[in-house]
């Protein structure tokens, strides 16, 4: 009998971790896993194994199993373990929350908080497979260096995105007298940490399918969470950062996006969701849905994106201000006592968004109507982030070199967005597409 110990490390891209919803509190809905005996976040190996199925070269139901109906197959692969390692001593936080399709303003009662791993967490993977075929063996081997997995939560709103940056794997023959006593004397954990890992580089750069570039044309705010104290001054909202960059996550734009594309389908007079998600419209199957009987992903990824230098206007890195605001009394006019407040806002910089194809692509008309959305930000009739409608949240759309684009979108874009126009008001209703 010969066992193989395959020993990988992953580092995180993107903020990412399994949440852990059993561990909520006042303060944090949806905490990270956590192994409380160690004082560590973990990642479940269940959530790996799942990802491993998608690592391309091999066969998925041979290597790691299958279950379909009566019928099925234990994995050839065992994932014994994860041990997490974060660069931080604090994991950080988001908070999202979700639309009022007919305000167009946040939903009441719905801010939610989320605790996440942070970019440069490395996760090491500890897996067995015991008499496997040389060839699948190989396959594996010669494609995990490449891997590129999505783990944990939130991927369509850019998090999870890690790759394989170290490797090394050890055969174990029992028929071998000193590979038998190596086998019965040391120590599980030690069978692992023996294993020589090498560096792996072998990633080729992520393709994305939608990349427009933004310059802020008033202010930006994407807040951070609930306000702070300013020493001894007022409280303030503060916009949301990584370290010391501002940044606009995944879910900004996913959700900005989707507000609008539902919003042109119903001009249009194509179906789209009006209260709950419905998960048979246009927008359930590009964006993705859940309800209390399921769910599914979208077919489509939101990276985040960092505020950058706008070279055009003479700065080094983007630039942020205070604002302070007052509400006004209806009786007098004037200002109302004890109503200041005090908002932070990106004033400068540039910003990316990068959209990725997901699980087995979207539909055909799907990049055209993304496009049409597009055209609407770049246009000024829908901004994003907070105070969109007091001088927050308008978009330029440049091109690679700075510069504001003449149109907002290019000549082969308008031809992707009105042919997915013509096919989706070709395509029957979708309560009618469901039944039949």
Known sequence: ???VLIRLRLLLLEPGGVSAPELATDDLDLPLAFDRCRNLPVLPPTSLAGAMRRIPGIDPDAVFG?????????????VLGTAVTTPAVRTPRRVRTAMDRHRRAPRPHALFSSEVLPVGTTIEAFLRWDDPEPDQLAALLKALPGWRPLVGRGVTVGQGRARVCALGSREIDLADDADL??????????QFSKIPMSDSNDHPDQEHWIDVRWRIADALHVGGGEPEPDHDGPMVARVLRDGETFVVPGSTWKGVLRSRCEYILRSLDVPACEEATCGICPTCQLFGHASPVGGARGTVRFLGCAAETDPDHGLTAAAA?????????????GAHDSLLFTQE????????LRVETHHNGPPH???????????????GLVGLGG????????????DNAGRVMPTVLMESEWDEARDALAELRARPHPAEEHSA
């Open 1 to 3: 009998m010969k066992i």
């Open 66 to 78: 299958y279950e379909r109906g009566e019928t099925g197959q234990a994995s050839a692969v065992r």
């Open 181 to 190: 006593l190596h086998w019965l004397t040391v120590p599980g954990p030690e």
């Open 321 to 333: 201000q205070e604002r302070q605001h007052v509400a006004i009394d209806r009786f007098t006019g």
């Open 345 to 352: 806002v990106v004033t400068s910089g540039t910003l990316r």
């Open 365 to 379: 008309w799907a990049r055209g109507l993304l496009l049409m959305a597009v055209a609407d930000i770049a246009d």
């Open 387 to 398: 105070s969109t409608t007091r001088g927050c949240g308008t978009l330029q759309r440049i």
